[in-house]
């Protein structure tokens, strides 16, 4: 069996702040961390080796200094870990960030033909939960968002079962292998690494690829380049103006209490007031 | 796990980073542990570095390392509740390079070291603590951590675990740290417009300010405060020592201490608008000569603050912890290359080395001042109170002749203190600053 896990090295978001002055991020001596949904994927997939055996091979796209993001992963188990880093990929949205990741998963391929690709749910810094259904899509596999249990893999029937969290219920849900999972967050919780695999993890000589190795071919769909998406304005959030008014409850009934509340409202109101009016059953 | 390393080098502030990075570099097989996430990122320091002591395990760090600004003016306060007396040194000759002191913040620095060591091929393990030495009936023989598989095995330990150097004391090296011997220090990173900073210090670009002060702000307690000035940000804090915070009357708490400090008069203005980053509250040993312990024997070695190296009266740690580290790495690379092994006979060229630095003269120098300064709190009480009034009543025109206020505040300083009082104060601040 071999499984692929997507990760990204993100700044610790508990740790950012907005410049008072001039609105920008201040991203210095933030400290950069896997982010923290990637490592259930991880998880996830350590576990499905522990079970299977097989490899377990770490990808990720970022700067030189991503590396290490990557060594963490290998601590925890890993056996193979890949950063795919180029300056052709600056500047990249999750449209080229899934581009480049697809197209080194395919030459990962090459090297040993892949049963599952994990991803996390979504990065902490961008949200956007888009990268691992863009390479699912690249890669014609199957895709299962929001999954919080596998319940079965049979690799020799190339199937597996999962449950995925869907609004209002459980999916338990059955599909053929390759397929692309995200996993969702607080579904397992990660291993602590063992020291003989912190030792080898200090070690490890992650495998760096640039654009040709990641088997990029078409230049014009990655970095800035292949990037439609415009950051037009950041800004932090603006405090309300209105403070809420305070009804001090010392002694009154609840009776008092609630008719004193419903005035209040229909004081600041009026609409609100003869909208209740209008529609009370009289 | 049956892999050896030459040497095990626990903690990775600068004692540490000094240590690993001179043995690295000399072809040592080195491991590293560091049980906060990251380098840094449990350290506390004001932060001044010194950097003789750098320069002399990486010559070139002012290329790349992460320094706020180089330090042309220190000043030293006196503070009653309302007014300050003081001195500021200015010079230009501290505007020209190579800069003798920076600010710098600590979490960045250390990672900034770390990556040093690491380059020079020390491994370095994180988030992962050393529950205690490894000991082969004298010998010490590695350590065991707090992970499955933790035990490691190695030709020396360097101690470089900080001021509670919980494993020298569990393996017997050390008695418990008294609270007489260590402060308590508190400090905030306010964040503050470079434009702001500059403005209110009278600096430029990189130019940076320190302000050490004494007085009524430590309520009586033995301790100092400090200002410090970073890029876009203001460091202050204050340390007093913990006999004295578990003896005040007013039950004073470290970070009351530094709220008092904030609101002074004379502090106020400069960190007005500042907005906190960060707070955080660090142990800093200042027994000084007498307290240092035995620093090596068979297997092990002591460097930093686990050994109590820091000389209080100058605000110089760091510096002492980089010495240190470097001294004991070169005792380490020396025994391997002599062949005849770590045993305490080969390892006493560390203290040796210690004794002929600026380290243990130092210390050796002011062995008895926080003695008189512990025993005599007039020092932190009635002295800035007369010093303040004497300056008052001496600037003040309100058509009393100047004799006649002299003869006033000499009264004033008799009738707090008496004559022999005053003049066994100065005697014996004489002996220990000799
Ligand atoms: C408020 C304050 C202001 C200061 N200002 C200055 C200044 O301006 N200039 C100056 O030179 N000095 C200053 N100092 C002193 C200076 O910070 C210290 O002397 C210096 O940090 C000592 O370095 P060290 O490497 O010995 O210890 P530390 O920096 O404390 O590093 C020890 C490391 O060991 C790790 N560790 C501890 N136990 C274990 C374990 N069991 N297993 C694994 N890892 C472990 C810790 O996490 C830590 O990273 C100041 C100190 C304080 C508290």
Redesign the pocket.
């Known amino acids: 069996m071999h499984i692929v896990v997507c990760i990204k090295q993100v700044p610790d978001s508990a740790q950012i702040r907005v410049h008072p002055v001039t609105n920008t991020i201040m991203r210095q001596g933030v400290p950069a961390i896997v982010n923290p949904y990637d490592l259930f994927a991880l998880e996830e997939a350590l576990r499905l080796k522990d079970s299977f055996g097989g490899k377990v091979t770490m990808l990720c796209m970022g700067p030189p200094q991503a590396e290490e993001a990557l060594k963490r992963c290998i601590s925890f188990g890993a056996d193979d870990a890949i950063l795919v880093t180029d300056r052709a990929f600056a500047g990249a949205d999750t449209l080229a960030t899934s581009y480049a990741l697809a197209s080194a998963i395919r030459q990962i391929e090459k090297e040993q033909a892949i049963d599952l690709v994990f991803t996390g749910k979504q990065t902490i810094d961008g949200d956007t939960a888009q990268v691992g259904p863009g390479i699912a899509k690249r890669l014609s596999m199957q895709l299962l968002t929001y999954v919080s249990r596998i319940a079965e893999l049979d690799l020799a029937n190339r199937t597996i079962t999962i449950e995925r969290r869907a609004e209002g219920g459980v999916q338990l849900l059955k599909t053929r292998t390759p397929s692309l999972i995200t996993m969702l967050e607080n579904t397992n919780e990660l291993r602590f690494a063992t020291m003989p695999d912190m030792i080898r993890a200090a070690r490890y000589p992650v495998r760096k690829w640039n654009k040709d190795d990641a088997g990029i071919e078409d230049l014009s769909k990655i970095g800035l380049k292949g990037s439609p998406t415009v950051v037009s304005k950041v800004f932090g959030p603006t405090p309300r103006a209105v403070k809420a008014e305070q009804i001090p409850v010392d002694k009154a009934t609840p009776r008092d209490i609630a008719v004193n509340l419903i005035q209040a409202m229909f004081t600041q109101h009026p609409a609100l007031e003869q909208d209740m009016l209008e529609r009370a059953p009289l | 796990m049956n892999e050896r390393f030459d040497a095990i080098v626990?903690?990775?502030?600068?004692?540490?980073n000094a240590a690993a990075y001179t043995m690295a570099s000399a072809g040592l097989k080195v491991l590293q542990?560091?049980?906060?996430e990251y380098?840094g990122s449990?350290?506390?320091?004001?932060?001044?570095?010194?950097s003789d002591a750098l320069e002399k395990i990486i010559p070139d760090f002012r290329d790349d390392a992460p320094l706020e600004r180089h330090i042309i003016e220190q000043r030293m306060w006196v503070l009653d509740d309302e007014s300050f007396v003081g001195t500021h040194f200015r010079s230009d000759d501290y505007n020209k390079p190579p800069y003798n002191r920076y600010t710098i913040i600590r979490a960045q620095f250390d990672k900034w070291f770390s990556s040093k060591v690491r380059e020079a091929g020390a491994l370095l393990i994180c988030e992962?603590?050393?529950?205690e030495l490894l000991v082969d009936g004298n010998r010490v023989v590695g350590v065991r951590c707090d992970r499955e598989g933790g035990d490691i095995f190695a030709d020396v330990v360097i101690l470089?675990?900080?001021?509670?150097s919980?494993?020298a004391r569990k393996a017997g090296f050390h008695a418990e740290i008294s609270p007489g011997n260590v402060a308590l220090?508190v400090?905030e990173i306010l964040f503050m417009p470079q434009e702001a900073i500059e403005a209110r210090f009278n600096i430029t670009e990189d130019e940076g300010v320190v302000i050490e002060a004494i007085g009524k702000i430590t309520d009586g307690m033995m301790g100092t405060g400090f200002l410090y000035t970073n890029k876009d940000s203001l460091t202050i804090?204050i340390?007093c020592m913990l006999a004295d915070f578990k003896g005040s009357p007013n039950r004073t708490s470290p970070y009351a201490v530094l709220e008092r400090m904030k609101k002074h008069p004379a502090i106020a203005p400069m960190i007005a608008g500042g907005e906190m980053k960060e707070y955080c509250a660090?142990?800093?040993p200042e027994g000084g000569f007498y307290a240092v312990p035995r620093v090596f024997g068979d297997g092990w070695m002591i460097?930093?603050?686990?050994g109590g190296f820091?000389n209080s009266v100058h605000?110089?740690?760091?510096?002492?912890?980089m010495t240190t580290g470097r001294l004991a790495a070169e005792t380490a690379i020396a025994a391997k290359e002599a062949g005849k092994g770590f045993g305490a006979a080969s390892l006493k060229a560390y203290k040796a080395a210690l004794d002929e630095s600026f380290v243990m003269k130092d210390l050796h120098k002011y062995r008895d001042m926080p003695d008189v300064f512990h025993r005599n709190n007039q020092f932190f009480t009635t002295y800035p109170e007369l010093v303040n009034r004497a300056a008052k009543t001496m600037i003040t025109v309100d058509g009393v002749d100047k004799k006649t206020k002299e003869r006033e505040i000499f009264g004033d300083f008799r009738q707090k203190r008496s004559l022999v009082g005053l003049m066994g104060d100065a005697f014996k601040l004489w002996r220990a600053f000799r």
Do not use: F, M
């Not at chain 2, 992962?128 to 529950?131: G, I, L, P, Q």
């Not at chain 2, 605000?315 to 912890?321: K, M, P, Q, V, Y």
């Open positions: 626990v903690g990775a502030g600068p004692a540490g542990i560091e049980r906060g380098p449990k350290n506390v320091q004001g932060a001044i570095l010194y992962t603590t050393v529950s470089a675990d900080g001021v509670n919980t494993l220090a400090k804090g340390g660090h142990l800093i460097v930093g603050d686990s820091v605000r110089e740690g760091s510096n002492l912890a």
